[in-house]
């Protein structure tokens, strides 16, 4: 199986700085990771992903990052504003059936 | 574009009592989803379907049961609610292998 924690339930940064939300995974094997912003009273929404075969991979403000070897990736949002306050979950894909596995999510807290 | 629907948005219950969570797509995605989320616990999933006609269970499907009714809808049901299904619950859905979810707006669900 797989599974995924995130390493801080709580982030909290200032309005224009740089925010790293960081996830870790246990299974070699999974070749497909997404990062999803989660909105008060929302459902989960798509930010960004990254294949097994890419280290690094760009959007609008966020970069993520993946460490194959230490099974570690991360999440970068540049310029963080006050819309960016909301919960952020990596997921895994761990190849069976495209099912994802979930990390338990940091909340992130963007300060003026 | 609707995306993916879910209906109620809220519901309570009594112990004992049944009840079916609706769930449709209009993207033509082949695989569909739901999951729950308690507090502190992240996206837990309880059963999905990758492709129309088939269904399995996911990690946590006690006490539920799922139909894959069509290619667009893809139902939970709760056949004798507990307060332990208390819970949001979210649909999703997936174009297949490597394809990002798409998630509903959630359902609140109390069992009193």
């Known amino acids: 199986g797989e599974s995924v924690g995130l390493h801080l339930p709580t982030l909290s940064v200032q309005e224009g700085d740089n925010s790293i939300i960081n996830c870790a995974y246990s299974?070699?094997?999974?070749?497909?990771f997404i990062w999803y912003k989660q909105e008060s009273g929302k459902g989960p929404q798509f930010i960004i992903d990254?294949?097994?075969?890419?280290d690094k991979r760009q959007g609008q403000r966020v970069t993520v990052l993946l460490n194959k070897t230490v099974k570690h990736l991360s999440l970068q949002i540049a310029a963080t504003q006050p819309g960016d306050s909301a919960v952020y979950f990596c997921?895994?894909?761990?190849?069976?059936?495209?099912?994802?596995?979930f990390g338990t999510g940091t909340r992130l807290q963007v300060t003026l | 574009n609707a995306g993916v629907t879910q209906t109620p948005k809220f519901q309570v219950l009594k112990t004992g009592q049944s009840m079916t969570l609706q769930c449709a797509q209009d993207?033509?995605?082949?695989?569909m989803y739901w999951y729950r989320q308690d507090p502190g616990m992240g996206l837990r999933l309880i059963y999905y379907?990758?492709?129309?006609?088939?269904?399995d269970k996911g990690e946590v499907p006690n006490g539920y049961n799922v139909s894959r009714l069509n290619k667009r809808e893809f139902s939970l049901r709760l056949e004798s609610a507990a307060p332990s299904q208390t819970s949001v619950y979210f649909c999703?859905?997936?174009?297949?292998?490597?394809?990002?979810?798409?998630f509903g707006s959630g359902t609140r669900l109390t069992v009193v």
């Open positions: 999703a859905s997936s174009p297949g292998r490597l394809g990002g979810y798409t």
């Open positions: 299974n070699s094997a999974s070749d497909y």
């Open positions: 990254i294949r097994s075969n890419m």
């Open positions: 997921a895994a894909d761990t190849g069976t059936a495209s099912k994802l596995t």
């Open positions: 993207m033509n995605h082949n695989s």
């Open positions: 379907s990758a492709s129309e006609g088939t269904t």
